[in-house]
């Protein structure tokens, strides 16, 4: 039996998705967590086989908590499962530490063959995820300014092209509305962009939301 633990803030997505494993052999949920924190505490307290990790949720960064949950229980696989597409995600993910990573446009079927396959060591990766893997590999000289951010500031990044507002990014990722304009400043400078609109263009343009 596969034991899994689901980490998602969304109460929706977690209740399909927990009906999609109930309807699955051999796929057994052990446990949910709503928040990175709740996702790092269960995944180290419980006897865990694959962990669904959602990138995106309240509290600290899901990059971070992959990568510290990598270096304490490098036994651990651990499957993305994001709203983003591969780029730009989908390299960070892998060099974090993920054993794979799927969008939730995914079919039925093609996560309980990703939970499956992570469960048994190995990596799962789609042709567009591989295709874009190979594409930073090959060509590093062409890439693109949001590379140049932090996990954080990338987050940041795609939550203001979506149009959420700062007081909404904060209440989102449980952090200060201060702190939120500071890594603005930082998105801004790095990417030597001048104002809101032309994050949003940008965001937009390279598919980010």
């Known amino acids: 039996m596969i034991r899994v633990l689901l980490a998602d803030d969304h109460p929706i997505v977690r209740d399909g998705l927990k009906r999609l494993l109930d309807e699955e052999e051999g796929l057994s949920l052990i446990g949910e967590a709503a928040s990175s924190s709740e996702a790092y505490r269960k995944a180290l307290d419980n006897n865990v086989d ?44 892998i060099r974090a530490g993920a054993a794979g990573y799927l969008t939730k446009h995914s079919l039925a079927d093609e996560l309980a063959t990703a939970i499956r396959t992570v ?15 190979a594409m930073h590999l090959q060509a590093p000289e062409e890439s693109k300014l949001h590379e140049a951010l932090s996990d954080r500031e990338l987050q940041v990044l795609c939550l203001m092209g979506s149009g959420m507002t700062a007081t909404e990014i904060a209440d989102e990722l449980c952090l ?12 801004l400078d790095k990417m030597s962009l001048e104002n809101n609109a032309q994050l949003i263009r940008y965001a937009v343009e390279n598919k980010l939301v």
Not at 65 to 73: I, N, Q, S, V
């Open 50 to 93: 694959v962990l669904l990790l959602d990138l995106e949720m309240p509290g600290r960064g899901g990059l971070d908590t992959l990568r510290e949950l990598k270096r304490l229980k490098p036994r651990l696989q651990v499957l993305v499962l994001s709203r983003h597409d591969e780029d730009p995600y989908a390299v960070r993910s």
């Open 176 to 187: 200060s509305v201060k702190t939120i304009s500071t890594y603005r400043s930082r998105i």
């Open 119 to 133: 469960a048994r060591g190995q990596r799962y990766i789609t042709a567009s995820v591989a295709a874009t893997l």
